[in-house]
């Protein structure tokens, strides 16, 4: 698929005979391409072809782009969504290492994805609900404190994007906006 200008970025196959192959555009810095319906059809294309040649055997054959909840594995795709909001999963549980922050079995975390100061990444987030949309916010409210978890790659069991959905415009405060 580099051939063709295209990353894989996950490949699945199914009890069932189902291929599913999910691409994308090599990503540099201040460069962001998405793939589209033609991107998917030119590689379906060259997939049944080079399938057929090396006699894979399989039902059907599904390409697609990553989607809004695309998985992040490389240090490159941390550095592209560094600043997004993200759904992380920890091999191990946080155990005593939480200091009693969190629940010491808890191992999913949902934050903003940032660089950590030696190095590794680190996800941040505030356990206080949303304000719900129409009601208002009393200023004399504390903030609920922001928790900070450094972690490695090593350390991921999963790591996405978390899927914004903007419908009619609304946007919750403080989520950027994808592709900015």
């Known amino acids: 698929m580099a051939g063709l200008g295209y ?23 201040g460069d962001e391409k998405f793939v589209n319906v033609e991107d998917c059809e030119r590689v379906t294309r060259q997939l049944q072809y080079t ?3 090396e006699e894979v055997d399989y039902k059907r ?17 941390f550095e592209r969504y560094a600043g997004e909001l993200v759904d992380i999963t920890l091999k191990a549980p946080m155990g005593a290492a939480a200091a009693g922050q969190v629940a010491a079995n808890r191992r999913k975390f949902r934050g903003t994805l940032e660089k950590g100061e ?19 916010v009393s200023k004399k409210k504390e903030p609920a404190p922001v928790q900070v978890l450094g972690f490695t790659l ?10 914004i959905v903007d419908f009619k415009g609304r946007k919750r405060a403080g989520v950027q906006e994808q592709g900015k």
């Open 154 to 163: 090593d350390e991921l069991k999963e790591a996405r994007l978390a899927p």
């Open 118 to 136: 030696q190095g590794g990444w680190q996800v941040a987030w505030s356990d206080e609900p949303p304000p719900v949309p129409g009601k208002k």
């Open 51 to 53: 399938l057929e040649v």
């Open 7 to 29: 990353e894989l970025v996950e490949l699945e196959r199914s009890a069932g005979g189902t291929l599913r192959v999910t691409i994308d555009f090599p990503w540099e810095p």
């Open 61 to 77: 054959l599904e390409v697609s782009s990553p989607g809004i909840d695309r998985p992040l594995r490389t240090e490159r795709d």
